[in-house]
Structure formats: C-alpha cells, structure tokens
C-alpha cells in the first residue's frame, strides 16, 4: 500500500474513533456543540470512505471506456464530501435555532469531559491535517486535499465549541445566566464555517467536473511554446485536470517547408519543457502548415509532385524562393535514402530542376541539394489479426468525419508495447493538398483519441471510387 492510500486508510480509522468518542461525550454532557461535532465526524468518517476508495479506484492507469483514466472518481468523491457538509450544516443551525428561540435548551453537564474530548480531537485533527496535505501535495490528489481540509476545519470548528463550553463552564460555576447559549451559539458559528469551507470545496470541484482550466496553467502553456523556435502560431489550446494530471493538448503552426524530422523534433521540445515546467502533465501535440511571407503556394505543391516522381527521394524541406527581375529561382534541400556519388546526385539534380522548370514557366533555374538520411530499421510484430476491434473502431471514426471518406486496408504493428497504425484513406479526387491535409490530421487526432497505446498513424491518400461516391 503505498503512501496515498495509507493516508486515506488513516483518515478512516482516525473519523471512527472521533466520532464514536464525540458522540459518547455529547450524549453524556448533553452539549449540542459536541453532538454538531460528534455529527459534522461521522459524515467526515462518510467523506473518508469514499475518499479511501476514490484514491484506490483513481490510481487505475487509463483503458479503452476511460481513455484519460480514473482521476475524476476523486473529484465526484469531493462533491459528495461537500454535499455531506452542508447536511450538516442544516442540521446543525436548525437545532441551534430551536434551542436560542424557542428555549429548549438543555441543562449540560460534565463540561470536563467534554473540553477534554474536544482538547483531544483537535490534536488528532491537527496531525491527520497535516499528513493528508503531505500526501496530497505529492500526488497531486484532489480527494486528500479536500479530507485535508476537512480535518483543518474540525479543528477550528473544535476550538468554537471549546469556547463555548468553557463558557457554559464558568456560567455553571459563577451562576452566570449570560452564557447559557453559549453552547448553541458556539454550534452556529461551526456551521458558518463548515458552509465556507463547503463553497470553496464545491467551487473548486465543479471547476474541475466541468473541465475548467486550472488557474494560470494555459498562459503558462502560451508562453513557454512561443520560447521554442520554430513555433510560428498557438491555436486551440486546451487545458483539464482530471485527479492529480493536467491534460493538455495544442495546436501549433510550423513552417510548411519544414522537414517531418525538424517537425518532429519541434514537437519532442514542446513535450519536454511542458512537461518540466507543468508536473504530471499529460501532452498532446498536432501542427499544421504555415505559409511564410513570400512563399508561392503552386512552386511548393509542383515541386513535391516532381519530387514524388523519384522513389530515392524521401523527404522535401527547406524550399526557398528568390525573385530576380520576375524570375523565380528555387532552391531545395532533399533527403535520399541511399548514399550516392558526386554524378548520380548531379544527374538527379538536373533531371529533377528541368523537370520543375517545364511546369513552371517563371521559374528560371533550381539548386537542388541532397542529404543522406540514414533510415533506422524498426523491429516490430504484425498484431493486425489480434486487434480486429480496434480496426472496426478505427474505420467507424473515419467515417463519421463529415467529409466523403472511405477506410480500408487497415494494418496494426506492435513495438515496444505501442501501436503504429497503417491506413489508406480514399478522398474526393478534387481536393487540394490543403484540404487533404487538414483532413488527414482531422483523422489522426480522431484515432489518437479514442484508440489506447497508439505511437503513430500513417495515412496513405487515394482518389475516391466513383462507385463509392455515389
């Protein structure tokens, strides 16, 4: 049992003893004050029962029905212990209204025993407090934190019914008739603060039930992307808190020319300094292109059309454009997947170059420049036949994207316990590379989101069958 469920048992069994001892006590002295006590400890003892068994079900890592885990069963936990709260608070007021205007305030006796039990109590209340913020500070815990609380307001609430027997004490001694609602009032100002103490904790709970972003979190995300270079545009933050882990997913826009490794290392960047500066997160990055001042967006889509011609060819990046006395000249950077000597990479330049300049009558020459890219064999198990599920999941996502989308050809492999899923994708043969883009990246954020333990998602592009489009 580790130390967040051992502070949860020790709430427990510290609210029993409490409130059987508060309980005996308030029968015996006939005090309200201790019996609103004695009440207020047995629906913490409630309140630490579900918080024993919310801790226990939130520490369950996240599945296929509760894709970011079981954190909020903490925070329903705390609003339950709330909703407790304020039962008592109206018991507690009501009998305190009866006893100051209508008189029925009973004689209470052995006040002794009663500053005694209460003396006690505090002190257990004190060291439970402490132990509880202890471990909710450090596992981030929203149901210890609220136990916490709870027993840090049963010791302020103790310490008002303490004065208002000491009180009852000294009118008892001296004869003084003045306290004699002492004990009742005593038991008003307790519910008092056990309503504060209850609005604060329900706000803060349905902040987090409702997925509000926790304070400050979302500026903090802003500014530590725009540190990054390369991050050209931040859109659709979006932060939530669910148990002790922030949740946070981004959007950012990358220079289109980028190449996917820059890209991806852009993205490692943001998730480290994130996940550094905002503890226990959980990060989720997609980009999107970016048109830089300057950039002519029909150079780009031809030259990767040219460039796709040539298997050798893995990846474009780094296009720039220069404009001479209305001609155009390029510049391009390429990554080859095999090593080739001085001819064959001048031969490709030129074949490519003379290609590109067919098409584009403005352009006027290209500097083609090829780097070797040493590609890493990836040792992975074909687990298509073991997860036919996941692929009836996948292809039912895809087609709820609004757009006309046809799935099919489905293949999962498995390394190092991650998914990286194979799919093609047959769209209207009308539509841009813009557009295909953002759809590709509309159906990736889909499967993330709903498929557990994915790594990466592939996404092969087709024209749609007539005989499918009808």
Not at 10 to 19: K, N, W
Request: with cysteine.
């Amino acid at each position: 049992m580790n130390d967040k469920k051992k502070a949860a048992l020790g709430s427990v069994i510290a609210a029993i003893f409490l409130t059987v001892m508060k309980l005996t006590v308030g029968i015996m002295t006939g005090s309200l004050g201790i019996l609103s006590e004695a009440a207020h400890s047995a629906l913490d003892l409630g309140a630490a029962v579900i918080t024993f068994f919310a801790v226990k079900i939130s520490d369950k890592p996240a599945d296929r029905e509760h894709n970011y885990g079981h954190g909020k069963v903490e925070s329903f936990s705390a609003l339950i212990e709330t909703l407790l709260l304020l039962i008592t608070c109206i018991w507690i007021i009501y009998e305190a209204v009866e006893r100051l205007l209508y008189k029925k305030s009973g004689d209470i006796s052995n006040t002794f025993w009663g500053i005694a039990i209460i003396v006690i109590s505090m002190l257990i209340d004190i060291t439970r407090s402490r132990a509880l913020k202890k471990a909710a500070e450090k596992y981030g815990s929203q149901a210890l934190a609220a136990d916490a609380l709870h027993f840090s307001s049963d010791v302020l609430g103790s310490f008002v019914v303490l004065l208002g027997l000491v009180f009852v004490t000294i009118g008892n001694v001296f004869k003084l008739s003045i306290f004699k609602n002492a004990d009742p009032l005593a038991a008003l100002g307790v519910s008092l603060l056990v309503m504060i103490i209850s609005y604060r904790l329900g706000k803060q709970t349905i902040d987090v039930l409702l997925d509000t972003a926790p304070k400050g979190v979302l500026n903090q995300v802003l500014h530590e992307v725009h540190q990054i270079n390369g991050v050209l545009d931040v859109a659709n933050v979006r932060v939530r808190a669910s148990g002790p882990r922030i949740f946070i997913d981004l959007n950012i826009g990358l220079d289109r020319n980028e190449s996917h490794r820059v890209v991806h290392s852009i993205v490692d960047e943001i998730r480290e300094r994130l996940e550094q500066k905002i503890l226990n997160s959980d990060i989720m990055v997609s980009t999107f292109p970016v048109d830089v001042a300057g950039e002519d967006q029909e150079i780009y889509s031809t030259v990767k059309k040219v460039v796709d011609k040539f298997p050798v060819c893995t990846n474009i990046h780094n296009i720039h454009i220069y404009e001479v006395a209305a001609e155009k000249y390029i510049a391009i950077h390429l990554e080859v997947k095999e090593s080739m000597t001085l001819k064959e990479s001048h031969n490709l330049s030129h074949e490519i170059g003379d290609l590109i300049c067919q098409q584009l009558n403005d352009v006027k020459d290209v500097s083609v420049n090829f780097e070797y890219v040493k590609r890493q064999c990836i040792l992975a198990q074909d687990v298509t036949g073991q997860n036919q599920n996941t692929i009836t999941k996948i292809m039912e996502l895809v087609e709820k994207v609004p757009e006309r989308v046809h799935c099919h050809d489905i293949k999962i492999y498995s390394q190092d316990g991650k998914l990286t899923i194979f799919l093609h994708c047959e769209m209207k043969e009308e539509y841009s590379i813009e557009q295909i883009e953002t759809l590709s990246k509309v159906i990736q954020e889909k499967i993330q989101s709903n498929v557990m333990d994915i790594d990466s998602i592939y996404i092969h592009v087709e024209p749609l069958s007539i005989n499918k489009d009808g």
